[in-house]
């Protein structure tokens, strides 16, 4: 059994739960059929396997090195990096005209899952890549998709998005990077970024930096913020690189985890020659980032499902293996020991990092399943649905993951006892390194404002709309199955009070109690978050019965009956936590509000 993630799992989710097969009816990926699809998954395993996953521990061990002059990464990096490029991979998602593989979103995201398993700070040059490049297709000029994309696609250059600056951190509209325009339309960059991903290494011939600034004039906030290319080495009109930028590296940041992957402080226009290049217009800078941040702030939360799910087969199969102890009723001293999965309490610490796991990747394969219906159908009602609904879950898809992926790597290292503290076994670096994502690409409090101050009443409040109106269809038809109906009923009363929380909520937005309402948004992030999830179980639990559980196949039978399970878990435990804190929600509680800094 693969170590990275459940095979059947996966399939299960790509097959049955988000109907991949159907992708072929878009007119997109009409030549695209299972056994294709197949193909290029087994490919992406394969690679995962082979190239980045024997290097994770190395790569955390010997981290880059600056010696003041140029940065060094171990060569198992640089090997990884380029059978990833030979693929196609970093050209998935586009079209065969722009030399892409026009993957669909699903089946791209379920292909990086192997890699976000296997070395997740390797991984982060060619994602981090692919959504630069996305973003100068999309917004970019002909000559900048001209210049950069064909090198980025092919592996030649890497790309980066600078945002953070040392005294601004996630409040970009404080950011003080300038921008002074040229005679000649370029602009000269002056500033200094920091905990930029990738921001140096020896990998590629070239590095592209997605930059925020400030060009001349700019009002103030986020609305005088633009975006510019900054390469690392400028180009030749033929494309051919030509000499150094003036970006300079002011020193590598040293991690608690993700400690393969560059972490820089970046200096641009040192003297005063950094060339930079308008992307788009003036002054547009943060919405074409967000395309950026948006796809960044996906792959965050499927990186954190994946490093979850990692550490949960770790554990899983140590605790098949290794035999201690006896059970409650059995008192016999000569009797021998049982593996410790046999045990209420190890099974209980699976059984959380199952439903977590599990229910995060389905939850990231649920975005890029409503990314394909958005862009097959941008103009038509369902496709505007999708996006709608896109874009009130992104929040969540990135918070859910990156919360419960490290308390599920911590229930890991738990099951492994002394084992799990130690690096012989990867748990501990599964842990180090998921800490990272409730921090970065905006944290669990920033994606919880998005969601309860804004996203959430976008449109009217449209994407609530369409949220609950696919959780009613999940439970009308789980609730026709037998097995399903006590945890139907249990989720449907639950929900009652959710929508209530949620119009009490919008109405003390709506008067004014800004500042009230949204004290608690961390809570309803993780709230709110529980229910969807909660829902996912449902629908697959359903799925897995309607699929496997008539099956002469005991394996089948034992994978329906571990979703069932798994299900009742979230339902019978998650559900009512979150529950529980419905009342200080509808409260305005100001517990934490009220506290006054000099009581601390």
Same mark, same amino acid.
């Given at each position: 059994?693969s ?6 799992d ?12 159907q ?8 030549d ?10 087994a490919?992406a ?21 600056f ?7 171990i060569?198992?990096?640089k ?13 998935a ?14 089946i791209?995201m ?10 997740p ?22 000559q900048?998709?001209?210049?950069y ?13 600078a ?34 991903s ?9 590095i ?11 009002? /103030?906030? #986020?609305? !005088? ?8 080495? $400028? @180009?030749h *009109? ?18 608690m ?6 972490s ?12 930079g ?11 074409y ?5 948006n ?20 554990s899983?199969?140590?605790a098949k293996?290794?035999p ?9 001293p000569q ?9 209420a ?5 699976l059984l959380?990092?199952? /439903?977590? #796991?599990? !229910? ?8 890029? $399943? @409503?990314? *394909? ?5 941008a ?8 996006g709608i609904?896109?874009?009130?879950l992104?929040?969540?898809v ?12 911590d229930?890991a ?40 101050g804004?996203?959430l009443?976008?449109h ?5 709309k369409?949220?609950?109106?696919r ?6 038809e789980a ?9 139907v009923a ?15 909520l919008g ?16 809570v ?9 999830v909660g829902?996912?179980?449902l ?22 009956a571990?979703k ?7 339902i ?9 804190q ?19």
């Amino acid at each position: 059994m693969s170590r990275l993630v459940s095979q059947q799992d996966l399939e299960f989710l790509l097959y049955q739960v988000f109907s991949a097969e159907q992708l072929k009816e878009y007119s997109c990926y009409q030549d695209y059929d299972r056994e294709t699809f197949d193909s290029i998954l087994a490919t992406a395993r394969s690679i995962a396997e082979q190239h980045f996953l024997p290097h994770n521990a190395k790569a955390d061990a010997n981290e880059p090195r600056f010696d003041g002059e140029r940065v060094t990464t171990i060569d198992e990096v640089k090997v990884a990096w380029q059978k990833y490029a030979e693929s196609g991979l970093l050209a998935a998602r586009h079209s065969e005209a722009d030399g892409g593989m026009q993957l669909p979103a699903l089946i791209n995201m379920a292909c990086n899952a192997y890699f976000m398993s296997a070395n997740p700070a390797t991984a982060a040059y060619p994602f981090l890549t692919s959504a630069a490049a996305n973003l100068i297709q999309a917004f970019g000029t002909d000559q900048q998709r001209r210049l950069y994309l064909k090198p980025m696609f092919s592996g030649r250059f890497a790309g980066t998005m600078a945002l953070t600056e040392p005294d601004v951190g996630s409040a970009l509209g404080d950011l003080s990077t300038k921008a002074l325009p040229q005679p000649d339309g370029s602009y000269r960059i002056k500033g200094q970024k920091m905990y930029i991903s990738g921001g140096d290494q020896d990998i590629t011939e070239n590095i592209v930096h997605l930059v925020l600034a400030r060009a001349g004039g700019a009002p /103030a906030g #986020v609305k !005088g913020i633009s975006l510019f290319i900054v390469p690392k080495f $400028r @180009l030749h *009109d033929d494309g051919s690189v030509a000499e150094r930028n003036d970006v300079q590296l002011a020193g590598l940041l040293h991690k608690m985890g993700y400690r393969g992957t560059t972490s820089t402080v970046l200096s641009f226009g040192e003297r005063d020659d950094c060339h930079g290049y308008l992307v788009g217009e003036r002054n547009q800078g943060l919405k074409y980032m967000f395309k950026m941040m948006n796809e960044a702030r996906v792959g965050v939360g499927l990186g954190a499902a994946m490093i979850g799910y990692r550490g949960y087969l770790e554990s899983l199969a140590y605790a098949k293996d290794r035999p201690q102890g006896r059970l409650p009723d059995d008192k016999n001293p000569q009797s021998k020991p049982v593996p410790i999965i046999e045990h209420a309490d190890v099974k209980r610490m699976l059984l959380k990092q199952k /439903a977590w #796991v599990e !229910g995060s990747l389905a939850l990231c394969l649920l975005a890029a $399943r @409503l990314i *394909d219906e958005h862009e097959e159908g941008a103009d038509t009602d369902r496709g505007t649905d999708a996006g709608i609904l896109l874009d009130l879950l992104t929040p969540i898809v990135k918070s859910y993951p990156s919360w419960y992926g490290p308390k599920a790597n911590d229930l890991a290292i738990q099951v492994l006892g002394g084992a799990g503290y130690i690096r012989e076994y990867p748990v501990e670096q599964c842990y180090r390194d998921n800490r990272l994502n409730p921090i970065h690409e905006g944290t669990h409090g920033i994606q919880s404002l998005d969601l309860l101050g804004r996203k959430l009443w976008q449109h009217n409040g449209k994407g609530q709309k369409l949220l609950f109106e696919r959780i009613q269809k999940t439970l009308l038809e789980a609730g026709k199955r037998q097995e399903l109906s006590e945890l139907v009923a249990t989720y449907q009363t639950a929900l009652k009070p959710f929508m209530h929380t949620l119009l009490t909520l919008g109405e003390a937005l709506g008067q004014g109690k800004v500042s009230e309402a949204l004290a608690n948004s961390a809570v309803f992030l993780d709230v709110m978050s529980n229910y969807v999830v909660g829902w996912l179980w449902l629908e697959m639990a359903d799925k897995a019965l309607a699929t496997f559980g008539d099956s002469p196949d005991q394996t089948q039978q034992d994978f329906a009956a571990g979703k069932l399970q798994a299900a009742r878990y979230f339902i019978r435990w998650e559900i009512p936590r979150a529950r529980a804190q419905l009342h200080q929600l509808n409260e305005l509680d100001n517990t934490w509000l009220a506290m006054q800094s000099e009581w601390f």
